[in-house]
């Protein structure tokens, strides 16, 4: 009994008060960030002895030597290796497009429905089926062919490329080990970067649209697939092996069979990314609606919003029909019988023969390729324009009270507060401050890669547009943070909230980036805030999945056992839940800071400024070299980005 009561006399440790901590550090670091702004703001400007000011020359060289050898009589092997890519891609581009417009426009529509109604149900045929008749309504059937044809080329290769790799992925640890930081890195790059490299390698034209939209459309793939293999269980493959299965058959007979859902599933996600891509590929001779949107933000933005939601119809038919033709097509949801299947077998017959007699009575009575006839487009113009005058009328209560406000607080205190800051601070206190930052937030190793990234963007003469875009990331990755934790969490606690964002979140992550920033264009030009607001809601919907998920996959014994200790609600949300959730929402946190780079320097296109205008000056204006610096920059900063977010969940992981 005494030896309990002096148990119970022995003094706590009490919790070290949070300004010794890390915390602490933090806002020490930050502090003396300050003071030296205040101190010595616009002394110390990036030196020119630190910049490789030659490097745009050199680059523009090497792009003329690359044209003037890439089209001699007698190239080299390395020209004929990427001309005869090159060439090949446009000719499977145009090969699918002339084919689909051989078969006419109505012949087009038949194999489009059909093939979905046989595979898919009815209710996905009609969504295809509607989404024709949106394109002829909008008076863009031509463009949306050869949008689909892109599509369909650059994911045909893509899964080419991405399914075999990720099935060797899933099979060898080794392999997934080797191969992960080269996805990493093409998914931490904005699509953006892309551009100018390929354009250099590939000229301008479709082929080299192909090229940019595999790059972007393959990780999924690769990631997908592999994860699927793994997840087959283990005692699965073992007995396929115990009853001398070979290595072959145990793939093509267990582990393919059991991850089907997630194959289909990194196809569905493929088609996704590649009809994203194909959207800003339009500047780099991409053809199609793509092409419509970019220079129809300049010259025709009624005609550019309507390439935007004809995107957005394909998008969401595509995404539709694929997942139900995986569902219908699940072996697990359905029990063919010999007669099942010889029905089956008909009725695929029959679907065919309608197609073909379809095209060939098309043909007889003279169907055009495209749908020529009526449309809607004059008419829903006249309505877009009022729109468009109205949103942007200074006299409106919209643009009063709404948009104009809200567009010019973003400025006045946010963007360029920040962008002024960083710039007029003097840049050791930058890169240091920066580094120390990443230092406490992830570790050694993660603010040694903040230091050398934040180095090149400098070093390759970037400096002050790569603050400017590392201000608007970081405007809009708190935006994001902000709305995708509350939405997140409160999505976890109430199932109805739930319910009414899931659909709300489908339709946001199947849109294309380029889509978002379209209608911001009109309703706050101011500069900056378009790509701002439009990466918010690009990258908010993924926070909110991963913070919902993260707070109900918390375990229900450690939610218990606080119960039991009498929590309330509300303390084992903020207690228990949030903190155990953690990773999850970090990586939410990762994932929403790349996807608002992505789209911030997509602003570019509409002026937004810094890195992202100056990759669109490089196209526009033939200045290679200078789209391939910001190109570079844009690269340091998505890395920087990526490995200070994730740098503490790494080191968990591999602990």
Request: include cysteine; aromatic fraction near 10%.
């Amino acid at each position: 009994m005494a030896v309990a009561e002096a148990a119970q006399r022995v003094p706590r440790a009490l919790p070290a008060p949070w300004w010794r901590g890390r915390k602490g550090a933090l806002v020490l670091v930050v502090l003396g960030m300050i003071i030296a702004f205040l101190g010595w703001k616009n002394t110390a400007p990036w030196p020119a002895w630190l910049t490789w000011n030659s490097l745009i020359g050199y680059l523009d060289n090497f792009e003329v030597w690359l044209s003037n050898n890439r089209n001699v009589p007698d190239p080299s092997i390395f020209f004929r290796i990427f001309n005869g890519f090159s060439n090949f891609l446009d000719h499977l581009v145009s090969w699918l497009t002339s084919f689909f417009f051989k078969l006419t426009w109505v012949g087009t529509v038949a194999l489009g429905t059909l093939v979905v109604l046989r595979y898919g149900g009815r209710r996905a045929a009609l969504i295809v089926l509607a989404a024709f008749a949106s394109y002829a309504m909008l008076g863009l059937w031509e463009e949306s062919v050869e949008t689909f044809a892109l599509v369909l080329a650059a994911v045909s290769l893509s899964l080419l490329v991405g399914l075999p790799i990720g099935v060797l992925a899933g099979r060898s640890s080794r392999f997934h080990r080797t191969i992960t930081p080269v996805l990493d890195a093409m998914q931490i790059i904005p699509a953006f970067a892309y551009l100018m490299p390929v354009v250099i390698l590939f000229s301008v034209g479709p082929g080299a649209a192909v090229v940019t939209t595999m790059i972007y459309a393959i990780p999924p793939a690769i990631r997908i697939t592999a994860l699927g293999i793994r997840g087959v269980p283990a005692n699965t493959v073992e007995a396929a092996t115990a009853l001398g299965s070979t290595r072959r058959q145990v793939l093509t007979k267990v582990q393919l069979p059991l991850a089907r859902r997630m194959v289909l599933l990194g196809v569905n996600q493929t088609i996704l990314f590649a009809l994203s891509m194909v959207v800003i590929a339009g500047l780099i001779g991409g053809q199609g609606l793509g092409d419509v949107v970019t220079n129809g933000l300049y010259t025709d933005p009624v005609r550019a919003i309507f390439a935007g939601a004809a995107i957005v119809i394909m998008a969401i038919a595509l995404d539709r029909s694929t997942e139900a033709m995986a569902n219908r097509t699940d072996p697990a949801h359905r029990h063919l019988t010999a007669a099942k299947s010889r029905h089956l077998h008909r009725y695929t017959l029959a679907c065919a023969a309608v197609v073909g007699l379809t095209v060939l009575l098309a043909r007889l009575f003279g169907a055009s390729s495209v749908w020529s006839r009526w449309t809607a487009q004059d008419w829903l113009r006249t309505y877009v324009q009022k729109a468009l005058d109205y949103v942007q009328d200074p006299s409106t209560f919209l643009f009063q009270h709404i948009t104009n406000p809200i567009g010019n607080f973003l400025v006045q205190h946010g963007i360029e507060p920040l962008r002024n800051f960083f710039i007029e601070l003097p840049w050791p206190v930058t890169l240091a401050g920066l580094a120390l930052i990443a230092y406490l937030i992830s570790g050694l190793r993660p603010a040694l890669v903040a230091l050398v990234m934040l180095f090149v963007c400098g070093w390759v003469g970037e400096w002050a547009n790569s603050m400017g875009t590392f201000a608007q990331v970081l405007v809009a990755t708190v935006l994001t943070v902000i709305f995708g934790f509350i939405f997140g969490v409160w999505a976890a606690e109430s199932r109805r909230v739930a319910k009414i964002v899931r659909p709300i979140n489908d339709v946001l992550q199947t849109l294309p980036q380029l889509v978002y920033i379209i209608p911001f264009v009109y309703l706050m030009p101011v500069s900056g805030v378009p790509g701002v607001v439009a990466s918010v809601l690009y990258a908010t919907p993924v926070m909110i999945r991963l913070v919902q998920r993260g707070v109900q996959d918390v375990s229900p014994e450690s939610i218990e056992a606080a119960t039991s200790f009498g929590a309330t609600r509300r303390q084992v949300l903020f207690k228990v839940k949030i903190p155990l959730a953690r990773d999850a929402i970090m990586l939410g946190v990762n994932q929403a800071i790349i996807m608002v780079l992505a789209v911030v320097v997509i602003g570019g296109l509409v002026g937004s400024g810094d890195l992202g205008y100056d990759v669109v000056q490089g196209l526009q204006r033939n200045a290679f070299g200078l789209g391939m610096v910001a190109s570079i920059a844009i690269l340091a900063l998505g890395i920087m980005l990526d490995r200070v977010t994730q740098g503490r969940v790494r080191e968990r992981k591999r602990a």
